[in-house]
């Protein structure tokens, strides 16, 4: 996720509130930054590797000027982050400049093909295409708009674009597709950025740009167009009445939910992970005679939902470890010809670095799934995937956990390819029914808001919880449990339905809410017998579903409905109404869900 601004503003230079909008959106990305500006129909372009206030401090951005400009701060997501590929990105003329916030999927293809045509690429990036594709389409085309709207239409994936041209020095044209960005007007000057809270100094007029949308922003005048066809769309400012901190939120009450409502993008950015580096990926999972699976909390619970996915997909045993046990139990076992697949969010986890460092030096390979780029762990692995989600703010995980469950997903559909342990039917159905995940979310988050808030106002007093699951979402069970603990601070317990008679079942009175995980594989019916003795005995059963027929009715006192997906799509669509249990729980008890007790982002302590 990055952060880009832009500026038009005839009475006077915009450097200085470039700058200041790119600081209120540095929270999105501080590993590069950059800035472009249109000075007597010159370019000029000051960017570089660092966090904003270095690059300020050595090359002061405050002396670029002009009355048009747009700037930018990158979380890299294609290319190290570097000044090479910081943005601005220019053509091969220096006479245009692009920020992007998103992922071009289909840029390699875009990329062979123009410099089949003669274009020089400098960065290793995904954005620089669409410098050259505009500066393509502009040889044959007098119309800029036109040439803009042609790029726009060859370009796969997720954007949120600002692009000058000296050839229109005074318009700035921005365009979204599942990317936000927003824009703002104050009398004749004239704003794009990524969020609100950046143009609050300046502007409280938004004008929002939805998906599949663009504008071409000139003095005091904002003009929209939809993508596909062209066609106007009018759509008046809000003025809005919020300050920024509020604004940062998007309007939510807390990061945690902002962040269970940004899935659908997050989830999508991480299923467009590029297909090469997955294949690397899968080359040295399957090259090892043993693959354990390493992380702590919510990552540790990805982990082994990672270890169904790649059996049940690839029929590859992946032993998911929890980090701090890692080397007391498998430290002495473990070869040259072992991998460790480390799943960290943060990258700084010290138990899983301890574990990897103490892998490493018994010769295993090491691979990672990480959300820093540049953290610790991306610098000790052999490769990694960047799950692209985006910075987590709340410290309770949860775009993140589902961001690291698509990246799974996407290893193991690699693997059974590469294993042809998969018809390429039942892959293709698998894919295409993956790929609609984040629609499912999206729907979902809309449909059981409501009922996970009641269902919070019903447990938020309990003596404690009980999360119960089978096969693939045991771990499910394992996360729902966190969630709730971790936040509301009621002493939750979560273990496979099938261990209950092998002692838990004696924590089961009358009305303890029992959260039960129901699939339909072959775990369904044993689940339901397992729900039945627990009721039998008074406990309380919610029951969590994609299923709907009358024995899960019989077995639910309270059913919350998902749409249906594949059993083994279940661990990532069932996450969604846990964590919103666990946010409503913890905010219904009076407590902050962004700043638990006791805890912090990331655990960079033995
Ligand atoms: C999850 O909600 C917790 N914040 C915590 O368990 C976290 O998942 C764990 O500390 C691992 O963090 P990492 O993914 O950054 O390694």
Redesign the pocket.
């Known amino acids: 996720m990055c952060g880009i601004i832009g500026i038009i503003d005839l009475s006077g230079d915009v450097s200085e509130r470039l700058f200041k909008g790119l600081k209120l959106l540095e929270y999105r990305g501080y590993d590069s930054a950059g800035m472009a500006v249109i000075d007597d129909n010159r370019l000029h372009v000051v960017k570089d590797r660092g966090r904003i206030d270095e690059i300020h401090e050595k090359y002061d951005f405050l002396t670029l000027k002009g009355n048009i400009g747009i700037a930018h701060t990158r979380w890299a997501t294609h290319g190290a982050p570097d000044k090479v590929n910081a943005h601005p990105h220019i053509d091969c003329m220096g006479s245009i400049a692009v920020v992007h916030n998103g992922i071009i999927e289909n840029f390699m293809d875009l990329k062979t093909e123009l410099m089949e045509q003669g274009h020089r690429f400098r960065s290793r990036t995904d954005t620089e295409v669409i410098a050259h594709l505009f500066e393509e389409y502009l040889k044959n085309e007098a119309d800029v708009e036109t040439a803009f709207v042609k790029t726009l239409r060859k370009l796969d994936g997720a954007y949120a674009l600002a692009v000058l041209t000296v050839k229109e020095p005074q318009k700035i044209f921005c365009a979204r597709v599942d990317s936000p960005l927003v824009l703002g007007v104050e009398g004749e000057k004239v704003y794009c950025s990524s969020d609100i809270p950046s143009l609050l100094p300046f502007t409280n007029k938004i004008v929002p740009l939805e998906d599949g949308e663009y504008a071409v922003l000139t003095p005091g005048n904002i003009m929209i167009k939809r993508i596909s066809d062209g066609s106007p769309v009018r759509r008046a400012f809000k003025e809005l009445d919020m300050g920024i901190d509020e604004a940062k939120k998007d309007g939510y009450p807390h990061y945690m939910l902002k962040e269970i409502y940004e899935q659908p993008y997050s989830i999508r950015y991480a299923l467009g992970i590029q297909r090469n580096y997955l294949e690397l990926m899968a080359d040295f999972i399957d090259r090892s005679s043993r693959l354990y699976i390493v992380?702590?909390?919510?990552?540790?619970?990805?982990g082994v939902v990672g270890s169904y996915i790649f059996s049940r997909l690839a029929r590859i045993p992946g032993l998911p470890v929890i980090?701090s046990e890692f080397v007391s139990r498998y430290g002495d076992s473990i070869s040259v010809e072992d991998s460790i697949l480390a799943?960290?969010?943060?990258?700084?986890?010290r138990?899983?670095l301890w574990a990897v460092e103490q892998a490493k030096i018994r010769g295993a390979t090491i691979l990672a799934v990480?959300?820093?780029l540049a953290s610790t762990?991306t610098r000790i692995s052999r490769i990694y995937l960047h799950q692209q989600s985006g910075p987590e703010i709340?410290?309770?995980?949860?775009k993140?956990?589902t961001g690291?469950l698509a990246v799974l997903y996407k290893i193991g559909f690699t693997l059974a390819r590469k294993r042809g342990k998969l018809g390429q039917d039942e892959m293709d159905r698998f894919v295409d029914e993956l790929n609609k995940v984040p629609e499912v979310v999206e729907i979902l988050l809309k449909r059981c808001d409501h009922d996970m808030r009641k269902l919070a106002n019903e447990i938020k007093d309990s003596k404690y919880v009980i999360f119960l699951g089978r096969g693939v979402n045991t771990a499910t069970a394992y996360?729902g449990r966190?969630?709730l603990m971790?936040?509301s601070y009621i002493p939750s317990l979560a273990y496979p339905a099938g261990e209950n008679k092998h002692g838990p079942i004696s924590l089961i009175e009358r009305g303890i809410p029992v959260i039960g995980l129901v699939q339909d594989d072959e775990t369904k019916k044993l689940m339901i017998s397992n729900l039945h003795e627990v009721r039998s005995r008074g406990a309380k059963t919610y029951v969590i579903s994609s299923i709907d027929d009358n024995d899960i009715r019989e077995v639910s006192d309270v059913l919350i409905k998902v749409p249906q997906v594949s059993a083994i799509f279940t661990p990532i669509v069932y996450a969604i109404p846990l964590q919103l249990l666990a946010y409503y729980t913890s905010v219904l008890r009076g407590l902050d869900p962004d700043k638990?007790r006791n805890?912090?982002?990331?655990?960079t302590v033995i």
């Open positions: 992380a702590a909390g919510t990552s540790y619970h990805a980090a799943i960290s969010q943060s990258g700084e986890t138990d899983v990480v959300n820093v762990l709340g410290v309770a995980a949860t993140t956990y690291q996360e966190l969630k971790e936040i638990p805890l912090a982002k990331s655990v």
